[in-house]
């Protein structure tokens, strides 16, 4: 039988481990204005949601909240996207940005399904940016991006409260219009 998984590109994915719980985690991945720098219009914690995002005049995207199940896992559906910086300006259009909580360790011990966690025991959160593949243009800017996010960002406010997005911008050029605006 011939195995064609070796030819398909492979999705973006980063993992990260933290010692809060996996309701915890949920909420912090949720709280999008908290760890992902830029303006962010809409609700991102409400399934159905549609919310946009927008960074100088570098990144604008529009996502739906397709999946949110709390304690589990959250998916966005990106309707509209814009990227100035790649020749295919709508490259991330039709792609899926994917959260996957799980608890790792003693699986002896607490009610998992209810978000309990022993002593040793991980949540570990595996990011997928399903269609972001090494074969497109943003590949390097945007995994590298996303890395710094979730490894940085995101751990941050999983573990502290506080996440660590840029600073916000004090002068911006807005993506899909030409009138510029002060913060």
């Known amino acids: 039988m011939k195995d064609d998984?070796?030819?398909?590109?492979?999705?973006?994915?980063?993992v990260i481990s933290v010692d809060q719980t996996p309701k915890e985690?949920?909420?912090?991945?949720?709280?999008?204005?908290?760890?992902?720098?830029?303006?962010i219009d809409g609700p991102t914690d409400e399934l159905g949601g549609e919310f946009t995002y927008r960074y100088q005049n570098l990144h604008y995207?529009?996502?739906?909240?397709t999946e949110l199940v709390p304690g589990k896992r959250?998916?966005?559906?990106?309707?509209?996207?814009?990227?100035?910086?790649v020749e295919d300006k709508r490259e991330w259009n039709g792609t899926r940005v994917?959260?996957?909580i799980s608890t790792k360790g003693d699986k002896t011990k607490g009610d998992k399904t209810k978000g309990d966690k022993t002593k040793g025991d991980k949540t570990e959160v595996r990011f997928t940016h399903a269609g972001l593949v090494p074969t497109g243009?943003?590949?390097?800017?945007?995994?590298?991006?996303?890395?710094?996010y979730i490894r940085h960002s995101l751990r941050s406010l999983i573990t502290t409260?506080?996440?660590?997005?840029?600073p916000p911008?004090?002068?911006?050029?807005?993506?899909n219009g030409s009138a510029s605006t002060r913060a």
């Open 61 to 65: 995207s529009k996502q739906r909240v």
């Open 25 to 39: 985690v949920f909420e912090a991945i949720t709280n999008v204005r908290g760890w992902w720098s830029g303006e």
């Open 137 to 148: 243009e943003c590949y390097g800017a945007c995994s590298n991006a996303w890395s710094g």
């Open 98 to 100: 994917i959260f996957e």
């Open 5 to 14: 998984s070796a030819k398909k590109p492979q999705d973006f994915t980063v």
């Open 161 to 166: 409260g506080k996440g660590r997005p840029n």
């Open 169 to 175: 911008e004090t002068n911006r050029t807005q993506v």
């Open 74 to 85: 959250v998916e966005w559906l990106v309707l509209d996207s814009y990227l100035s910086f």
